[in-house]
């Protein structure tokens, strides 16, 4: 019977059996075995957030935000990344959310979403946000000041994680 390395609180160890068909002794309470984690995996991957803006409404009224990203690759995401969604003054997020997990924070100014990762090369996510113009924006007019950002931790290229998008304010008849 073969010796195992073990991972113990003062670091890692070699643990032997005695006798053949006997178990190695118990290492001393003080040096109880430690989970050993495997380290995250990293890709080579490049988030982008792909501009669109939202169909236009009337005050008062109700559009969709739709915060598109996309991996240029040349790698499948190995880590979780985030959309957050800001919104221009006088639009706020109404519900329900695509995905679930979607929130809105910062008094409903901001909506954050999260995605798993393993998004493949050349493939996308979004996230569905349904937002209510305020009735008092006025019309026509365009309301800026919108934007869809992206954070992942093995995203290599920061340059295109950020895109603003408008809203059309028109007229009801």
Known sequence: MGCALVALAAGPALACPTDEGQQAPAPAAEQAP????AAPATSDSDLAV???????????????V?????NLGPDRTASPFT???????????????YP??????????RVR????????RFQSATARIPVRLAP????????????VAVR???????????????IGVVRTT
């Open 136 to 147: 008092t924006v006025p019309a026509p007019s365009t309301l800026t000041g919108g934007w």
């Open 83 to 97: 959309l957050v969604v800001t919104l221009p003054e006088g639009v706020t997020p109404e519900g329900p959310f």
């Open 100 to 109: 679930e997990n979607c929130y809105p924070f910062q008094n409903g100014h």
């Open 34 to 37: 430690v989970p050993v984690a």
């Open 50 to 64: 792909i501009r669109i803006d939202p169909d236009a409404a009337a005050p008062g009224g109700t559009t969709t």
């Open 66 to 70: 739709y915060a598109f990203v996309g």
């Open 113 to 120: 979403c999260s995605f798993p990762a393993g998004l493949p």
């Open 152 to 166: 992942g931790d093995d995203d290599k290229n920061e340059a295109d994680n950020k895109q603003p998008f408008e």
